[in-house]
């Protein structure tokens, strides 16, 4: 479905997807090729902690949209231990806070999709989901098209935010000397 104009659809060009298309498809879990890899730009980790790590979504809702997922393989909240629990919380929250500092959201959408009745593109590893949110984002295109434009690169999104959150911890650690 796509916007008309003056009888004709309207074409908005996203030619980065057609990798997700056409591309080889990864055996095996995402989120675990990516904590294992020591490419973190590439992989679009912003920030990696002791038991879960910040991640970009590749294919983002809105700019910033990011993902905090632990490293162990298990499908379900209720499979994490508590120490994974506070860890993936507490690292969406200094997401949310370098988010806030550097893209200055009206709000935010924080979520995970269990399971594939859920909606759950990946449903074998457990991630939470947190959308930044600004007043007026859904435009006419995601309105009229079902199509949601992304003003920013990833990899600028990725370094933005790695650079939030080494902020957001220097303050911390200012605040507590």
């Not at 490419?39 to 990011?66: C, T």
């Not at 860890?87 to 949310?96: F, P």
């Not at 933005?160 to 650690?173: N, T």
Request: hydrophobic share 45%; net charge negative; proline share 3%.
């Amino acid at each position: 479905m796509g916007a008309w104009q003056g009888g004709h659809m309207e074409r908005v060009y996203t030619p980065w997807r057609m990798e997700y298309v056409t591309g080889d498809k990864l055996e095996g879990c995402i989120f675990c090729a990516m904590a294992a890899s020591s490419d973190d730009v590439k992989n679009l980790i912003v920030y990696r902690g002791e038991l879960a790590f910040i991640v970009l979504n590749k294919y983002p809702y809105n700019n910033g949209h990011f993902m905090a997922t632990p490293y162990r393989h298990v499908a379900t909240l209720e499979e994490l231990t508590a120490d994974e629990v506070a860890e993936v919380m507490a690292l969406t929250a200094l997401g949310m806070r370098a988010v806030r500092e550097t893209m200055h959201p009206d709000g935010f959408n924080v979520g995970a999709n269990i399971g594939e009745a859920a909606g759950a593109g990946v449903k074998d590893h457990f991630h939470l989901h947190v959308v930044p949110r600004w007043n007026g984002d859904n435009n006419f295109m995601a309105v009229l098209g079902d199509v949601k434009l992304i003003p920013q690169m990833l990899a600028e999104t990725r370094d933005q935010l790695a650079a939030g959150i080494a902020a957001v911890q220097q303050s911390d650690a200012t605040d507590a000397a």
